[in-house]
């Protein structure tokens, strides 16, 4: 199944939508719903490494209003643990994040992520490339969550 766009509209009825048909029938996705509202989407992306060992991709969003309560943080830390404890043979977690956004830098650094660096001119994204700031989460790591 091909992965559908996030919609570059910031209309709530392209969202509803988009996390209806896209999101809630992937297994990949996870949704946080409040009062029948998602207020979180998180993704895993499996990625094949060269040494047959397996990591994944975390990304996730979170609905302004809850921003700056702990949710993203505890979202994070639950969906790591849960891939740390559930997926044989994985030895890797990571997350890119937009250089120029400080508090999802400190959500990583709060579950126990480490700083890989900055992947300079990395995304691209409404018709913009950006800098990215790389994180990740080992095994060796596992013992902070």
């Not at 047959?52 to 979202?75: I, M, N, P, Q, S």
């Not at 990571?94 to 990583?108: C, P, Y």
């Amino acid at each position: 199944m091909a992965e559908a766009e996030l919609p570059a509209s910031k209309n709530k009825d392209d969202l509803r939508r988009y996390m209806a048909e896209s999101v809630l029938p992937n297994p990949r996705f996870l949704a946080i719903i409040v009062g029948g509202r998602p207020l979180s989407v998180n993704s895993l992306t499996i990625l094949e490494a060269a040494n047959d060992r397996c990591h994944v991709e975390l990304g996730y969003v979170l609905e302004r209003e809850w921003w700056g309560k702990g949710v993203a943080t505890a979202v994070v830390r639950l969906a790591t643990k849960a891939v740390m404890a559930e997926m044989q043979g994985l030895e890797r977690v990571e997350a890119l994040v937009d250089i120029g956004n400080k508090a999802s830098q400190r959500v990583l650094e709060k579950v126990g992520f480490q700083s890989g660096g900055l992947l300079r001119r990395y995304w691209w994204n409404k018709r913009l490339i950006w800098d990215m700031a790389s994180y990740s989460f080992t095994t060796a790591d596992s013992f902070l969550i």
